[in-house]
């Protein structure tokens, strides 16, 4: 499984972006999946995550009532809508999956998921 993060940019604080991570093929529809993000001189950090079959979702803290992560298996898609952007929530974004899918629930370490996009750049200014 390839994936592919697109849809970061520049904008206003209070503003929104949607980020897509497209990947390469269907196996991709078994994987439970995430975003991460990481800012300049930090360790990356958990945002989102979602179960294979939308079932579950998890926050970060910082995230939460904000951003919402969804997909869509047919298009290979996993989204996530950030609205009410801070600029704190300036940083790359990266998505991650997880195959074979590990039973239990949705995880949050950066070790829990094997793969990953190349990360697309979100810039809020204030």
């Known amino acids: 499984v390839q994936l592919q993060a697109s849809g970061g940019g520049l904008v206003q604080a209070g503003g929104s972006l949607r980020l897509s991570c497209a990947a390469s093929d269907h196996n991709f529809r078994s994987a439970n999946m995430a975003w991460f993000r990481q800012g300049t001189g930090k360790e990356r950090e958990f945002v989102a995550a979602i179960t294979y079959n939308s079932i579950s979702t998890i926050y970060a803290d910082s995230v939460k009532g904000r951003f919402t992560i969804s997909r869509v298996n047919l298009k290979n898609t996993v989204y996530l809508q950030m609205n009410s952007l801070k600029s704190e929530d300036t940083a790359v974004y990266y998505c991650?999956?997880?195959?074979?899918?590990?039973?239990?629930?949705?995880?949050?370490?950066?070790?829990?998921?094997?793969?990953w996009g190349q990360g697309t750049l979100v810039t809020v200014s204030s």
């Open positions: 991650a999956a997880r195959l074979p899918r590990v039973v239990g629930a949705l995880r949050t370490g950066t070790a829990d998921y094997n793969y």
